[in-house]
């Protein structure tokens, strides 16, 4: 027989087999079993239910790690309606260019970020606005405490949904300076838990200490797989070391997720104190994702720390889990070194590397192509964009996602990224369009000519540089300055958009047809890196 494969599988095996466990400790400490996060996702389902929203509809909430996050996307999904997380570092325009592409009818938000929403309220569709903490907003906001009193504690009406029906809509920078809403359905969702469960070694006595953003392809799926296996979910609002390593040692944390940035981040506050202690009682594994940690930072956190760490690949578009490095086999006979690599395929996932033609490359290590995937977690199209999907699947090779990521395969099928197709710049585990912030530098009176590439960085892994031609052709003296660029971007764009250095030209490169060779200007500053992406 067949069974629709459902986000909601999760929270009902939690529920039935470990309703008595602590599934969620919020922020504050606040425990809950599973037993009572199911009661309050039900409360807050009839609260949304009675404001209108069904099958369907678009639930957003802008929430740092939080219990109610979690809340908030079994209970969008018990209704049938869609889950839109969004990314809390960005600016209200932005977001009243997202909440209007996903049609978004109603909008959660924490009281920290809630303003930036507040300042385009009159510009979206949302009809209703639910507040964490509302007395701390201004505005009119309903309270997310203060909906859920009186409701009942039994589940909603659950409609008739399909594995086919949109479960999320995660949005990533485009190549095109537009965000892309990546939809996900409750199949990609269900088979993506799956598959994370299988690689990332959860167990049912897992502490998950949330550290990664939730928001991020809904905290890489581990939103379900923490859930549904039975572990802890420990919630940080946000990334700190020491709040980090105190709550490790306080809830006896077994497993996390960070950028490189992270490790780094960990690493440098260790080094500023004293024998301080980096576990519990039990052993502690990281997964890691973006660029590729540096073999120093492995060392550090894997010798002095005492972590394990997990290397895996993957895009907002692929859940993101494609590839991992976490290989026993592999480990024992090659050695850690394989760790700065991107890894070899996921369980039922076909990742290849092909050529212009869509053939695959010489599976020798040093042939490189572009990453395509085919496999039951990558995502279902791009909302309202038909033409990009189609091309995103069939550029080179049909059928196959195209991830604009370059690389090399070896012949046990490991995959080591070397340079992006994209013109994305990932600096410390968030993407950025470079396209996106040099339309923002035209916008400048006294900016020519405008380039956006990544430049290497000890810090982030890689960072965003603009390549600026003044509008006086003046680069000694261009009526402008570094800082002020660099200051005009931030006021219009999230802050970790922003070039954190800026040079001044005389010309760019350019092609016959006016086409800027980002690649030309890229080399002079990766020349001594092994590859043209960022190790963090």
């Known amino acids: 027989m067949k069974r629709e494969m459902l986000t909601l599988d999760f929270l009902d095996r939690a529920v039935d087999l470990y309703d008595d466990v602590t599934g969620v400790v919020a922020h504050d400490g606040t425990e809950y079993t599973y037993a009572e996060v199911e009661e309050r996702v039900n409360q807050l389902a009839h609260a949304l239910a009675e404001r209108g929203v069904g099958q369907g509809d678009k639930v957003a909430l802008l929430s740092p790690n939080t219990h109610y996050f979690i809340e908030t996307l079994y209970a969008t999904n018990k209704l049938g309606a869609v889950f839109v997380p969004l990314n809390y570092r960005l600016v209200p325009d932005e977001y009243e260019y997202i909440l209007n592409d996903c049609d978004a009818n109603t909008l959660i938000a924490d009281y920290d970020y809630a303003h930036k929403v507040e300042a385009v309220r009159d510009e979206v569709p949302a009809e209703h606005y639910i507040g964490y903490k509302a007395a701390e907003i201004s505005g009119d906001w309903e309270d997310y405490a203060g909906i859920l009193e009186g409701q009942p504690t039994e589940p909603p009406e659950i409609p008739d949904i399909s594995e086919g029906d949109d479960a999320s809509i995660n949005y990533t920078s485009g190549t095109t300076g537009d965000p892309k809403g990546v939809v996900r359905t409750h199949r990609t969702e269900h088979w993506h838990a ?92 990281i997964a890691t994702a973006g660029s590729a940690p540096a073999t120093a930072t492995i060392e550090t956190v894997e010798d002095e720390f005492g972590w394990r760490i997990i290397h895996i690949y993957g895009l907002t578009e692929t859940a993101p889990i494609i590839t991992t490095s976490n290989s026993p086999r592999r480990l024992a006979t090659e050695g850690r ?200």
Not at 271 to 284: A, K, M, S
Not at 409 to 417: L, Q, V
């Open 194 to 285: 799956l598959v994370l469960n299988q690689h990332m070694e959860i167990r049912d006595d897992d502490t998950y200490l949330w550290t990664l953003p939730m928001f991020h392809c809904n905290g890489w799926g581990h939103t379900y797989a923490i859930t549904g296996t039975g572990g802890t979910h420990i919630c940080q609002r946000t990334f700190e070391p020491e709040g980090t390593l105190e709550r490790v040692r306080d809830h006896d944390v077994t497993f996390m997720c960070g950028a490189p940035t992270v490790l780094n981040r960990l690493i440098e506050y260790e080094e500023r104190h004293d024998n301080i202690e980096t576990t519990g009682d039990r052993d502690v594994r």
């Open 337 to 536: 070194e394989i760790k700065v690599n991107q890894g070899s395929e996921t369980l039922c996932t076909d990742v290849k590397v092909v050529d212009e033609d869509g053939n695959p490359v010489e599976r020798d290590g040093a042939t490189i192509g572009e990453i395509v995937v085919q496999g039951n977690q990558v995502m279902d199209r791009y909302l309202n964009k038909p033409d990009i999907t189609h091309e995103a699947f069939n550029e080179k090779i049909e059928g196959y996602f195209h991830t604009g990521d370059l690389a090399t395969i070896d012949e046990h099928g490991m995959i080591s990224i070397q340079d992006r197709k994209k013109d994305i710049i990932i600096s410390g585990g968030e993407n950025i369009s470079s396209i996106e912030v040099e339309d923002v530098l035209y916008d400048h009176d006294e900016v020519l000519k405008a380039a956006v590439i990544p430049v290497p960085s000890d810090e982030w892994g890689e960072t965003p540089k603009a390549v600026v031609v003044p509008r006086n052709g003046d680069p000694d003296s261009p009526g402008t300055s570094e800082e002020e660029i660099i200051e005009f971007v931030k006021e219009r764009l999230a802050s970790y958009k922003a070039p954190t250095s800026v040079e001044f030209h005389e010309d760019l490169p350019e092609t016959a047809t006016g086409k800027v060779q980002k690649y030309e200007l890229r080399e002079q500053y990766w020349e001594d890196e092994d590859r043209m992406v960022g190790q963090g």
